[in-house]
């Protein structure tokens, strides 16, 4: 039997993400530069955590990455009187302990921590989690809920893309592929708000069957607004407006209107996880318990 | 053994592992994972699913927990990295490893350097864990011998060893002392 070492070898070259060519910018600009020199054969590499299983399974096969890790700048969280601003390169962990962040906007604490595990929220990027846009993950639903943007920068310039015309279907966005997100702006809520987001999964850190955020606005004890947006009930993470459904009153929000717009709304798919009924019937009582909590506090 | 006509481009990455420096020449595309094992021969990082989601290959990269097969070596220059081997030897365990000896916190133990990386830097933050917040800390890694019971266990024991100790040092247990104790 020939020696490990050697046994070991063909494994590691064959069974393992194909060849690229790794390129490192240390601006904004070179990024850009380098995106618009490899155009479609390029993928940007920020925290990994999606990318390289989809490299590892070979999936996809970029003849090029884009590894912005060392680009300065761009980690940073800046809290707006209007939004949340959140560099490319912020790692979930670092938002999610982001005092200001929170007091700012809860949403994203609230939401945060149901992304993954610790291991991978010390790596994975929240904007490279929104560009991924995969329709189970918690940040696009957070992202359409308060009506943020994402900021792009490319050969031909800056530009701001809204939430509702960023999500362009699973695992598809507005951005084009010489564009690199470079920050994101997460909406802040008006006064009176209350937000919450529950989902359930099969395993702690798993993807969700069905997840849902929620933001109530209330004056005095009149709700104002009710709006929600889903996790792996939709094919992108829009905005359903609950407030007619709802009624007026927080004593007595009216909860089977409201699980019966949710399961109107929703277009859940079945796989070998769940069955799209079941995920409608989940989402829909997702909703209803957090409704109820949020007007309980 | 590479594409067949172009030789794929080689980097040369320096690493620093549990304060050492190592180099190693390799394609951009070496998982971290496999720099460790194949090129640096630290064999006791452990290689699982490969895609993130078992655990078994988590290491500390600037002592927060990671999936090394997640990472590229290429991208780990800059940071120092921690691995099993780096938190304690046979002779001398670190409180983790000596909690998962005393609570039979192990079987085959595959995925055990990845438990034990995750929950020293668990208890780094959170030094004194309910059983329940043990629970939650060790479930981004899968065992498939344990049931877990003991491993929720070898947390809350560690603590408890870390607390008793002086946090200033690492902990040395007398090997030979310890081998007339009877397991609790």
Redesign the interface.
Known sequence: MPPC?DR???R??QV???????H?PTTVAEAVEVLRAVGSHGKILAG??SL??I???RLASPEH?I?I?GVAGLDRIEVRDDCVRVGALVRH?QLLQDESAYAALPLLRQALVHV?????R??GTTVGSLAHADAAGELPSVLALTEGVVEAVGPRGSRDIPASAFFVGPLETALAADELAVAVRFGRFPEGTRTGFAESAR???DYALAGVALAITLQDKVIRSARASFVSVTDVPDVLDLSGAIGSYAAVPDLDAVADAVRAHVSPDTDIHATGDYRRMLVAELTRRLVTELLSR | ???PDVP??L?EVTVSVNGVRHTATV?????LS?FLR?DLALTGTHVGC???VC?AC?IL?DG????S????A??ARAHELTTVEGLGTIDAMGPVQQAFSECHGLQCGFCTPGFIT?ITA?LEENPDPTAEEAR?AI??NLCRCTGYQNIVKSVLRAAEIRASADLGAPPLIDADARAGEAPP
Do not use: W
Request: net charge positive; hydrophobic share 30%; charged share 20%.
């Open positions: 070492g070991g070898r063909p590691i070259e393992k993400p194909a060849p690229f060519v790794h490192a990994g955590q390289i299983p490299l590892s399974m990455l590894d890790n962990t993954a595990h610790p291991a991978i010390n790596r395993r702690s850190g | 053994m590479t594409g794929e481009p980097h394609p951009a595309r070496r998982l496999d194949h490969e895609h993130g655990g988590t990269v927060a927990p990671m999936r097969c997640l990472m590229f290429v991208q995750t668990y939650d479930s981004g």
